[in-house]
């Protein structure tokens, strides 16, 4: 589980064992200066494209995750873990495999450089959380194809970490629906990814590198066997592989597969496979015999790729010849056939993911350059000249100045299609954007979204900024793969810097947590108060299961007129959320100081009150507070705590007010006691873990279970509490010193 415990440092701690720890400040990675001829810093780059992968990250989130506005989500997926598809909440094993296998050559091949820039520990990580997630979807007969409710999936626009609560809510199943397929295509690209693993990890992890070359041998051997894309499962709907219905359709996916299971294994008879039943059926150009150059690097289509690898592998001149044609395609033309190109100058192959193609075919130039073309200094200039082009578009070079890459560059655009980075809490997508004229819904983003590389301008150079415009906004791990990889290459040739003090950690921009109320009814014998208890959580979003706010009342008047607390009623009106499970308690009054009481009202485990939509972000309740009506000029609502500002009327007369206190569980999260406490006022008394101003037991079993990986979380101050030792670290000798302290 991710703790959510560090705010300058983002520093996280474990413990594996009673005698090791590690230290609460993170270490600075060693960097590399840029080169002159980049005005780009690609170490940077590469540095939030991890970012934006550990965003993508399903499930249990790893202590090494540094997005401080995450947390986990849709733990009980039949296989836990991997990369959400793209600014929706679907996982595929498709485009994990294609995606992780982009990410794994990048790294084979330009390993020392991503060393180098002092990236290299974190891109193994997030590589390994893609190939986790692969593994676990193979089940040996069948593979796992989709995990997720589409239908609902796609017409919710909410948080990661609170999807499960509102799929549950609208009836969806926990765990998520998932699929069983043998498509060829989804099956070979697994093998893929699998033995470009084991490439990357077998001197790192020999353990875990074996443990993906025998997965990469028996899907290798299944997709062999099966030759049909027939059985696609819930991904056709989003990445059909079934085209033609004819061989055409999955021996690209073969072909590739079989020349990544060649450079993990070095076996001949994945070649001879090549020669004998792949590339007999390689696809050929419209009317033509010749093989097809046209078309790009992706998903669906990874023949060029296979004839690299081919290139690479073998040595065979006519296939060096092939990958210059599919090259000359990109850039001058070839056969009388080239790529479309933007006015501004990036090569543009289709609507969907322009960026996404070019940047990918850029990686496929600078591999090709510094391997089958590496003698032939023309090319190599002119491919790669060529493919820092269309990186540098992504980064700016362009007539618009925008940079897609987002959190980069002086100019990005406003929306981004991507539900949790929004951490929008009621539903309201289409609400969102700095030119919508609401002043009822949130229209600003929460996140930035650091890294994404967005999907690009249309064919004539514009670009459309609203979420709902896909094709150019949507991002997607596959888009960022190829990218990614080419970042892995323009380090190679021009350096790179990581920021010392990335990822900044975000703080909310708005109250998390409020209350809004206005006076419902007024009398001389009672007072009558409508209240919205209100989640708007995104830093991450969340449920609070001990959820309650007070209302404070002052009855000097009636202690002075000779009557007592005992004569005041408290009465539950209308409650929004009546027929629910988790309804709205309130209490008899309850002493606070002097003359001063509160009604406490409660939320049985908070799912009333939830950042999931319209009708869940608040939680409306209407509650009275009064005497008798024979009791006569007594009843005095005006030096109440909790009724200063508040005026009647109806739903325009709503106002926040901090007078009335809301908490999770004991810690105040909202507002201001009488007593002039705020949740600012953070205990620093050292001991006191969960930060009640108290140092106890209570906090030495906190400690004991966090030390052990319980799923607990400790405050940012409370880390600090902890540490008795004050040695920098969290570890069992800080256990022993706080039981000793308390024995004294």
């Known amino acids: ?98 995606s992780a296998t982009i990410l794994a050559w990048g790294l084979i091949q330009y390993k020392d450089a991503v060393k180098n820039a002092g990236l290299y520990d974190s891109y193994l990580r997030n590589l390994q959380w893609g190939l986790d997630f692969v593994a676990g979807c193979d089940l040996g007969d069948k593979v796992i194809g989709t995990i997720g409710d589409d239908a609902f999936d796609h017409v919710w626009w909410g948080s990661a970490e609170v999807y499960m609560r509102k799929y549950v809510l609208k009836g969806g199943t926990d765990p998520r629906p998932y699929d069983e397929i043998t498509c060829t295509t989804t099956v070979a690209e697994m093998a893929s990814a699998m033995a470009a693993g084991y490439i990357v990890f077998k001197d790192e992890n020999p353990e875990l590198a074996e443990g993906y070359l025998n997965h990469a041998k028996s899907l290798f051997e299944l997709a062999d066997k099966t030759r049909s894309n027939d059985d696609q499962g819930v991904q056709q709907k989003y990445y059909n592989t079934k085209q033609s219905g004819t061989v055409a359709d999955y021996i690209d996916e073969l072909f590739y597969a079989a020349n990544w299971m060649y450079m993990a294994t070095g076996e001949q008879k994945y070649l001879d496979l090549c020669e004998s039943d792949y590339i007999p059926y390689f696809p050929k150009e419209n009317q033509s015999t010749e093989r097809k150059y046209t078309w790009g690097l992706c998903w669906d289509d990874t023949s060029q790729a296979a004839a690299l690898l081919y290139a690479m592998n073998t040595g065979k001149d006519e296939w060096k010849q092939h990958v210059k044609h599919h090259l000359e395609y990109w850039t001058n033309g070839y056969g009388g056939k080239q790529v479309q190109y933007t006015p501004d100058g990036l090569a543009w192959l289709m609507n969907w993911g322009s ?36 990186m540098d578009y992504a980064f700016g070079d362009n007539d618009l100045g925008l940079s897609y890459v987002l959190g980069m560059g002086e100019k990005n655009p406003v929306n981004v299609h991507h539900r949790t980075s929004s951490g929008i809490y009621d539903d309201h997508w289409n609400e969102l954007g700095p030119d919508t004229p609401s002043d009822k819904w949130e229209t600003e983003y929460a996140h930035v979204l650091y890294g994404a590389l967005e999907g690009g301008p249309n064919q004539d150079g514009t670009f459309t900024d609203t979420n709902s415009s896909y094709q150019n906004t949507e991002v997607a791990i596959d888009y960022n793969a190829g990218f990614t990889a080419a970042l892995c290459a323009m380090i190679d040739d021009y350096g790179g810097t990581p920021l010392e003090d990335f990822p900044p950690v975000e703080t909310p921009t708005r109250p998390e947590f409020l209350i809004k109320a206005s006076i419902n009814q007024a009398s001389n014998s009672f007072t009558e108060i409508k209240a919205y208890a209100m989640n708007h959580s995104a830093w991450p979003a969340r449920v609070i299961e001990d959820l309650s706010y ?64 319209q009708s869940e972000h608040r939680s409306e309740l209407q509650f009275r507070i009064g005497i008798a009506d024979t009791i006569q000029n007594v009843w005095d609502p005006s030096n109440d705590y909790s009724f200063k500002d508040l005026v009647q009327g109806g739903e325009d007369a709503m106002i926040e007010t901090p007078y009335m206190t809301m908490y999770d569980g004991d810690k105040l999260i909202w507002g201001t006691e009488p007593n002039g406490k705020t949740p600012d006022d953070v205990s620093k008394l050292k001991g006191d873990i969960n930060l009640d101003s108290e140092f106890n037991i209570a906090d030495v079993v906190l400690l004991n279970r966090y030390l052990i990986k319980d799923t607990i979380k400790i405050d940012k101050q409370g880390v600090i509490n902890a540490d008795m030792n004050e040695d920098d670290k969290l570890n069992i000798f800080d256990a022993v010193i706080m039981r000793r302290t308390l024995a004294k």
């Open 550 to 613: 007070n209302y404070y009342f002052d009855i000097s008047e009636l202690v002075d007129a000779g009557y007592s607390i005992d004569d005041v009623k408290v009465q539950k009106g209308t409650d929004q959320h009546s027929g629910d499970e988790g309804v709205a308690t309130v209490s008899d009054p309850i002493h606070y100081e002097g003359n001063i009481y509160y009604v406490k009202i409660t939320f049985g485990d908070g799912r009333v009150v939830m950042p999931t939509g």
């Open 355 to 390: 960026l996404r193609h070019a940047t990918t075919t850029a990686f496929v130039a600078m591999i090709a350059s510094d391997t089958i073309f590496a003698d032939d200094a023309a090319f190599v200039d002119k491919y790669n000249t060529w493919a820092k082009s269309q």
């Open 1 to 98: 589980m991710k703790k959510i415990i560090a705010a300058a440092v983002s520093a996280v701690i474990s413990l594996s064992s009673v005698a090791s720890s590690m230290p609460l400040i993170k270490e600075t990675s060693m960097t590399v200066s840029a080169e002159e001829g980049s005005k780009y810093n690609y170490g940077e780059a590469l540095q939030k494209s991890m970012f934006f992968y550990q965003v993508q990250q399903a499930g249990e989130l790893p202590d090494w995750n540094e997005v401080s506005w995450r947390a986990d989500s849709v733990e009980n997926d039949v296989v836990p873990g991997g990369w959400f598809d793209a600014g929706d909440h679907l996982k595929f094993s498709l485009t994990n495999a294609y």
